[in-house]
């Protein structure tokens, strides 16, 4: 399978633990995002990449959330002191042309207790 | 605040019908719109983009573009219910290629 790949799929942890979330693109797609979905809502943009540098980081994300893609390839979304408020799907996508044809993984669903 | 908006359902569909979703977006100059299922616990899967005004066919579905009026549109015809799901409509954002949700409408389709 040459799809997007997320891990883990699900955690759950207690509040004010920090969770470590990895992707993996399609190998040659060159951007990488990071949305948040909740209940019923839309996925809301969290920050992407274009190779190894981050572009554009939303509002959404406090200074607890941090994203990183060393060497352009795989990206891993830090959650630092979790709150309850933090429990949501976490996509990533990939894509190769700035079309905005996104495809995106399984998902890491977050619940904080 | 650029937004994109859309009926949130349920739309329910008798089986064989023809599904009509809309949706509207607030900036003027958006240029790529994109309609994407997502089945319940799964991650979203495009199923179309559209560029310019008019219609776009592929298959059973019909994406309807009219930037005039700031709205796309996406029909299902001959409705099945495997069609059963939430359909995001998705505007891009900017010169990157990140997208803008809309919080998307829940189709069900009854036998």
């Known amino acids: 399978d040459t799809g997007v790949s997320q891990d883990p ?3 759950i942890t207690k509040r004010g633990q920090n969770v470590t979330f990895r992707c993996d693109p399609i ?8 949305y948040r979905q909740t209940l019923g ?19 959404l ?33 990939s894509s190769l042309f700035v079309t905005g044809e996104l495809f995106f993984g399984e998902g890491s669903r977050l619940t904080v207790l | 605040q650029k937004e994109v908006e859309q009926n949130s359902g349920p739309l329910s569909v008798p089986e064989g019908a023809i599904a009509s979703l809309n949706c509207t977006y607030s900036d003027r100059g958006s240029q790529s719109f994109f309609w994407y299922r997502q ?20 298959g059973r579905f019909t994406a309807q573009l009219n930037k005039a009026s700031q709205y796309v549109s996406l029909l299902i015809r001959d409705s099945q219910p495997s069609d059963s799901a939430t359909y995001l409509c998705a505007v891009k954002a ?7 949700f809309g919080a998307g409408t829940q189709v069900v389709v009854t036998p």
């Not at chain 1, 190998?27 to 990071?34: D, G, I, P, T, V």
């Not at chain 1, 809502?41 to 509002?59: C, D, I, V």
């Open chain 1, 61 to 93: 994300l406090s200074d607890r959330f941090s994203a990183e893609r060393p060497k352009g390839s795989f990206s891993t979304l830090e959650i630092q002191r979790t709150e309850q408020g933090d429990s949501a799907m976490y996509l990533c996508a």
């Open chain 1, 41 to 59: 809502q839309g996925p809301e943009f969290l920050t992407y990449f274009q190779n190894e540098a981050q572009l554009e980081k939303s509002r």
């Open chain 1, 27 to 34: 190998s040659e797609h060159n951007r990488l995002y990071w």
């Open chain 2, 39 to 58: 089945y319940s616990g799964k991650s979203p899967e495009l199923i179309m983009f559209i560029y310019s005004n008019g219609d776009k066919e592929d």
């Open chain 1, 9 to 11: 799929r699900h955690k």
């Open chain 2, 94 to 100: 900017d010169s990157w290629g990140k997208l803008q």
